[in-house]
């Protein structure tokens, strides 16, 4: 069982970044999948949720407007766009995919908003 989180990086404020969740040894398309976050001295923060079949979303009230969550089950990936960075969103990305009898966490991955 595997999910690899990619896409993170340096961005300036304003800008966008792409993340991906790339899922393989399970059924994916059974799972709902969410992205959480955590910044230096916070606490882990869900950013975005989306049902296993895609048909609802929700999102932290601090990235609606910005942030889409979609996903693709027949790649097995699910994606965060993040539009209009902010310095505030700066944080390691994490994916995890859920339903009620497991739970898999990927690696994580870096995003910096930068001045």
């Known amino acids: 069982v595997r999910l690899v989180e990619s896409g993170g990086g340096l961005v300036q404020p304003g800008g966008s970044l792409r993340l991906s969740c790339a899922a393989s040894?399970?059924?994916?398309?059974?799972?709902?999948v969410r992205w959480y976050r955590r910044a230096p001295g916070k606490e882990r923060e869900l950013v975005a949720a989306?049902?296993?079949?895609?048909?609802?979303?929700n999102y932290a009230d601090s990235v609606k407007g910005r942030f889409t969550i979609s996903r693709d089950n027949a790649k097995n990936t699910v994606y965060l766009q993040m539009n209009s960075l902010k310095p505030e969103d700066t944080a390691v990305y994490y994916c995890n995919a859920r339903n009620w009898q497991f739970d898999y966490w990927g690696q994580g991955t870096q995003v910096t908003v930068f001045s």
């Open positions: 040894g399970f059924t994916f398309s059974r799972y709902d």
């Open positions: 989306i049902t296993s079949a895609g048909g609802s979303t």
